[in-house]
Every structure is written in C-alpha cells, then in structure tokens.
C-alpha cells in the first residue's frame, strides 16, 4: 500500500477530537487567507478608479490655481468631483488636503480610500485603508495651432452653424485668458478659410508680389465730342437713334457704338451719321449705306453710348507717361463710363509716352482712367479659355497654388517663390457648369464666388479677433483643398517669413511663428474638409479638370502641379517630416468612407487615431472638442 494510502486510511479511523478542532481552525485560516486574495483585488480595482477619478479632479481644478483659488474651496469641489466619479456607496473616498502653488500653477491633492474586506475580516481585517496623491502643473509648452476650414458652398445652412460652433469651442479651450508676461507659456491659433482659394487680404502684395500696376491716361486723340447715352434704336429700314441729350452730330459724321444691350447686332462698331434731327439721326454703316434693322432684336433703353471719330478709321492715341508697353502687347481699358465693360486692346506705334489702339472700342478707353497690361502677375489678365476664345479677368484678393513645382509643396518663402494669382471675370463671379442636382447649394445657375470674403488671421492670442473671423463665414464655392491645406501651413511656418525684402514682413511681430524644433513648443495643424478636392488651377485661372467652372471659365490646360488631391498629398508627405515636427489631425465631416478623399485625409494625419470622421452637426463638434483636449491637456506630475 503506498504512503499516500496508508495516512488517509489512518485520518478515516482515527477517533481523537483533537485532531478535529485542529483541522476546523485551520480551515478558517486557509478561508481567510484565500478570501484575501479577492478583498486585495478589490481594493486594487477601486484604487485605480479613485486615482484616476483624483486625477481627474486636478486636472479639472487646476485653472482655478493662477485665479487665486482658496485651499478649502478646492478640497471641496475636489471631494464632489471625487464622490461623483467614484459613484459607489460601499466604499469611503475622502480628500484630505488641496494645496494649490500659485507661483507654479501647481496643484496637489491628497487624499485616502478605505473598502471594507469580504473575507479578510474573518482574521479581524474589516477594511483596508489606501492613500492617494494626485499633482497637476500648468502645461509647460507653448502652443501654436493652425485650422484649414472648409467654407464652401456644400457647408451651407447648419453645417456651416455647426463649424462656427466647434470653432468658437475650440478657440475658447485652447487659447487661455493669460498669456506672457501673466504667465510663461503662450497658446496661439490661426486660422485660413477657404473655397475656390485662400483670400489673403492685406498680405497679398507680400507673398503675390506686387501686381503691376496701371498707367493713368492723361489725353486721348482720336476721338471728339462727348460720350453719348442711346436712348432708342428703331427696328426699321432705315434704323433710327435717340440719344437722351443733344449729340450734335452733323450728317456723314463717322462714330463709335458701344454696350448695346438687347440689338447687339449694332454693338461694338464704326459707323456714320445719316439724316439729323434733333436728338435723332438715320444709322448708316461705314460705307455710307443706311442700316436695316427691321429684322434685328429690340434694343435695351439707355444700354448703348455712342462718341464720334476724329477721323475715319477712328484710330486712337492715347498719351500715358511712361507706360511701359510693346508694340502688339494686348491691354486692358479702365474704362470710367460704369455702363460699359471695358475691354482688351492691342498696342501699335508705341513711344515712351504714347501708343496707337489697333482693333479696340475707343470708349473703353477715358481720360483719367487707367491703362494695363494682361499679362500674369498684372491687374489684369488676358487668356484663351477652354471655349476657343479669349477672356480678361481681374486679380481677386485670393491666393492660389505656386506654378513652379520645386516649391508647390513647400513653405519656402515668397521672396524665393511667390505663390500664385487667382484671377476671376470682373464681377468676381464664376460662371458653373454643374448640374443642381449635384451641386444643390448653388443658385440655379450654379455660379459662385471666386474668392471667399472670409480672410486669413495669422498667429494670434486674441479670442475675439478670431471668433469675429469665424463670424464672417459664408458658404459659397468649390473645394480647392490643398491651398488651404497649404497656408495653414505657412502661417505656422519660420520659412515662409523672411527677415528682408519687400516679401519679407507676412505677419505681425506678434503672429510670427516660432522655430521649427523649439524647445517646450507643440506646432499643430487641424486640416478640415466636407469634400473631395475638386479645384486646381493653370496660371490663376481654373484648370481644364477643374470641376467648377464652364468652358469660358476654365484654361485650355491641366495645373502643372496635377489635381487638388495630387498636391494635397505632396503637402501632407511635406510637412508630415520630422524636419517640422508638427502635429497633423485631420477631420472629414460627411467624407464617403474608402473614397479617395477619405484616404487622403487618414494618410495626412500623423497618426490613424489623429483622423476625426463626422457624419452631423454633433459628431463634428464632437472632433472638433477631441482634438483640443488632446492639445490642451495638462501634464499629470505626480
């Protein structure tokens, strides 16, 4: 029989009591002991909870410490935060101190927790007592943050109230009540809206460059009389003209008829005077025969203006000192007369102070007003577009992206490489081509503003200068994402600011960014769209792809940096590098999950989790508030 055997055949014929009473207190023992094991557990499992609720009440109370905060007042409000979180009767969690340091924005609470024991008690254990400690500091750091905010017209109605509500949020829990010399650290924010581009207001000259500007026209040869507003032209053979005021012109006279509106069969040409009588006379062409309107459309009253020739052929001269312009260079007429859209010319028998105009409407052309050229990087710009013809636009206040592809997805400075003109018709409208049914929050036919009246704030420490930039938001416009994405950037970069030069002072001293790399410095960037990235542009003017605008409003080329979202990933890839050290989060609000612009934004953030999606007004200011806790949050010490 083995060992084992033998003494439990022994224990079951054994009769002594003593052995029982033995085995009963060891037995309450080993109970004890093993119950122990659960009471420690849960005695752990409630510490957690209660440092982390302290922690929490620290980090909650802390703001309180530079205001002044008595001691008592905080233990207070620390011991409901306590009671609160911790949310279970059965167990007693008392603060003992709060001991706020002023000089240091420090605060340290003590406090003690005490569960009752299950089993340990059966050895006179009825509870176990735990201290905790919990220390919090203002954050060390300074913060620069920079928002890219989609304004365009997809946000309209409470989209657009919920991003002006995240914003304002955001804004009041990042940029604090006391900055230097109050305290030692600074919080700044900046911010750059945009649409079909980034208006860059008073900052344009330097980082554009200066436009070229126009030459003033100080006599005009060529033409005679005064401009005359038509009143009438009958449709009959032959055609008659009113003028509202006496024209005083005489019969064989040869004149200039411009702006017409409605029998625009008449507009823009030379003609000559046939039969006068008073205000009236029979229009006749430039070979001397009178004109049949009776097919022709009815006339617009009061659109047209007439002036007569000097001579003939109604060449003009135009005397502008100085003016700078070429033999066959096209420029532009500023014309003073509001009735009438001044348009392009082309230069012939140039001096130093004076030009001839070939094939042009001389009344575009009025003394005092000015002259310009139309090339790129002047007021005006003359280009063929995409229909076949020609049109001349005007510089906005907006900026686009650079041409030259060295530096289209970087924050070199523009007195290296300028950034580029948006250029828009003269009523800074473009004229849409998109369907309303894909478009629906554009007017009917589909029009939006080239340039959004929302202009950039640089680094600022100012809550009011930025909630009355979010104020100023209105939807309108098509999504050209990566210019966005890129002067978020520049507003937070050292580069883009040069020390010299005429290119040399973008901000203010106060909204100068700091140094890439600085010590106890956080550089973030919050990247927000609603949209795929649909616009792009070829010399200021929209690209051929670009998905916004009709063939009269588009360049006959693609952007020589590729699309929108071609140049946002260059961008993200850029300043993504541990060069900048800059934090990215991005949000897309409404973004189709797997579409191209849905990987693009998760790839751009620094890190999955820094990629915030919404579906509705609460989700977004949901990752709006997510993200500026996560910058705002305060170290725990201790």
């Known amino acids: 029989m083995s060992p084992f055997a033998e003494l439990f055949h022994r224990f079951r014929k054994d009769e002594r009591g003593v052995f029982l009473v033995i085995f009963a207190v060891l037995g309450l023992v080993l109970i004890a002991t093993s119950g122990a094991v659960v009471d420690f557990s849960r005695v752990q499992q409630a510490r957690t909870r209660a440092q982390t609720a302290l922690d929490a009440a620290a980090l909650a109370l802390q703001s309180q410490v530079s205001d002044g905060a008595a001691a008592d007042a905080l233990k207070t409000q620390a011991q409901a935060l306590l009671t609160e979180r911790m949310n279970d009767s059965s167990i007693t969690a008392e603060v003992d101190t709060a001991d706020p340091d002023k000089a240091t924005g420090k605060l340290t609470l003590t406090a003690h927790l005490v569960v009752p024991t299950y089993f340990a008690q059966l050895v006179g254990i009825k509870s176990i007592r735990s201290s905790l400690l919990s220390e919090v500091i203002q954050a060390s750091s300074d913060l620069e943050v920079s928002v890219a905010a989609d304004i365009t017209g997809s946000m309209a109605g409470s989209k657009l109230t919920a991003l002006k509500d995240a914003l304002k949020t955001t804004i ?145 001269t135009i005397t502008a000192s100085g003016h700078g312009f070429t033999n066959n260079q096209w420029v532009y007429g500023d014309a003073s007369v509001p009735v009438q859209t001044a348009k392009s010319a082309q230069v012939s028998s140039k001096t130093t102070n004076t030009f001839v105009l070939l094939n042009s409407n001389p009344l575009n052309f009025a003394v005092n007003s000015k002259v310009h050229c139309t090339d790129y990087r002047c007021v005006y710009y003359r280009f063929a577009n995409h229909a076949g013809g020609t049109s001349t636009w005007k510089a906005t206040e907006c900026a686009v992206e650079r041409i030259t592809a060295t530096y289209a997805s970087k924050d070199t400075a523009p007195m290296t490489d300028k950034v580029g003109i948006q250029y ?104 927000m769209t609603d949209g795929e990235f649909n616009t792009y542009y070829n010399s200021g003017v929209p690209a051929l792809n670009s998905e916004i605008a009709d063939d009269d409003n588009r360049s006959p080329g693609d952007g020589p940096n590729g699309n929108s ?74």
Not at 219 to 240: D, H
Not at 451 to 480: E, H, M, N, R
């Open 424 to 527: 828009a018709p003269i009523d800074g409208i473009y004229q849409g081509h998109l369907t309303s049914t894909s478009w629906p929050y554009f007017t009917s036919n589909l029009d939006m503003a080239a340039c959004p009246t929302a202009v950039i704030q640089p680094l600022t420490s100012t809550k009011k200068t930025l909630t009355d930039l979010v104020d100023t938001f209105a939807a309108d416009g098509s999504t050209a994402g990566h210019i966005g994405f890129a002067w978020a950037w520049y507003m937070l970069s050292p580069n883009f600011l040069t020390t010299s030069g005429p290119l040399g002072t973008q901000w203010p001293s106060s909204s100068r960014p700091a140094a890439y790399k600085k010590d106890k410095l956080v550089k973030a960037l919050i990247l």
């Open 565 to 638: 979202l071609a140049q946002a990933k260059a961008l993200c890839l850029e300043f993504n590098k541990s060069d900048y050290k800059i934090l990215v989060y991005t949000i897309g609000f409404g973004i189709t999950s797997g579409s191209a612009g849905d990987t693009m934004l998760k790839e751009c953030a620094s890190q999955p989790s820094m990629y915030k999606t919404a579906s509705d007004s609460a989700t977004l200011k949901a990752a709006f508030a997510s993200i500026a806790k996560s910058l705002s949050e305060l170290r725990v010490s201790k």
């Open 172 to 316: 009041s829990t990042l940029i604090k009540d006391k900055q230097p010399p109050d305290v030692a650290t600074y919080t700044k924010m900046a911010i750059a809206p945009y649409s079909n581009g980034v208006n860059v207001g008073t900052y344009a000259d330097n980082s554009r460059g200066a436009l070229t500007a126009g030459k003033t026209i100080t006599a005009i040869t060529g033409m005679t009389g005064s401009v005359q507003t038509i009143k009438s032209i009958t449709r009959a053979n032959p055609a008659v003209v009113t003028t509202v005021d006496n024209h005083g012109l005489a019969v064989n006279d040869y004149i200039y008829i411009s702006g017409v509106g409605g029998m625009t069969q008449v507009t823009d040409g030379l003609y000559r005077v046939g039969t006068v009588s008073g205000k009236t006379f029979v229009l006749r062409n430039s070979s001397n025969t009178n004109i049949n309107s009776s097919s022709y459309s009815s006339y617009t009253a009061n659109s047209g203006r007439e002036q007569e020739c000097a001579n003939a052929a109604c060449t003009i």
